[in-house]
């Protein structure tokens, strides 16, 4: 291989790294304090990287807070598609969605402080959770499971409901989330057309363990 290109992959890694630690950094101060008025000079100290190497990559301390937002709604999307990638109906698959939520709260607090914290205004991204909820909601309309929703009314509820779930989890660690969450989705799928027994039936289907 040329030295060039051996060079340039080098460098394009170095670039990935540095860009990824200050992501991380980005989101641990959203989950410690969401403070976001600190400096780039903290940031790139908390990121380990030198304060000029911020600015390769980043405009403003906003894009870079947009930033960690979106990594942490695409962590979580990418968690769903794998911990139900077996599941075929979009039924189970947005009760599914729910139940992992309040199970995450567990297993991962600092992202999902963030969740709970920033998300609002993601919730119509074209990336993250969003677009794999609109591709369930709109698989379970085509396939005549749901009612003929607007999408977008209904990803907006769906939205909604997640993260008043995820606040409900962190306000009240005394409540058991799993209940809570498969009274929600049941809720939200006799709405959606199922009827009471349908939707009391898949909102407490098994669900694989986190990892």
Avoid: W
């Avoid at 979106?70 to 039924?91: I, M, N, R, Y």
């Avoid at 139940?99 to 969740?115: F, G, K």
């Avoid at 009314?153 to 989330?177: C, K, N, Q, W, Y």
């Amino acid at each position: 291989m040329p030295t060039s290109a051996t060079t340039g992959n080098r460098n394009d890694r170095r670039r990935a790294a540095t860009r990824q630690a200050l992501v991380r950094a980005a989101r641990q101060i959203l989950a410690e304090t969401g403070d976001t008025s600190v400096s780039i000079q903290f940031i790139a100290e908390r990121a380990d990287v030198g304060f000029g190497s911020f600015y390769n990559h980043f405009e403003s301390k906003a894009q870079l807070f947009d930033a960690a937002v979106a990594d942490v709604l695409e962590e979580f999307g990418s968690a769903f598609d794998a911990h139900l990638s077996e599941v075929q109906d979009p039924a189970e698959l947005v009760s599914g969605g729910f139940r992992l939520s309040a199970r995450m709260v567990d297993s991962n607090p600092e992202a999902m402080r963030i969740l709970c914290d920033r998300a609002r205004g993601h919730l119509h991204s074209e990336g993250g959770l969003a677009p794999r909820a609109r591709r369930d909601v709109n698989r379970g309309i085509a396939e005549g499971r749901f009612l003929e929703l607007d999408p977008l009314i209904a990803l907006t509820a769906l939205g909604g409901a997640m993260l008043g779930l995820v606040e409900l989890r962190f306000s009240h660690p005394e409540i058991d989330g799993d209940r809570a969450a498969a009274e929600l989705a049941e809720m939200l799928l006799r709405s959606f057309g199922l009827t009471a027994e349908e939707a009391a039936e898949v909102a407490r289907r098994p669900l694989p363990e986190l990892r």
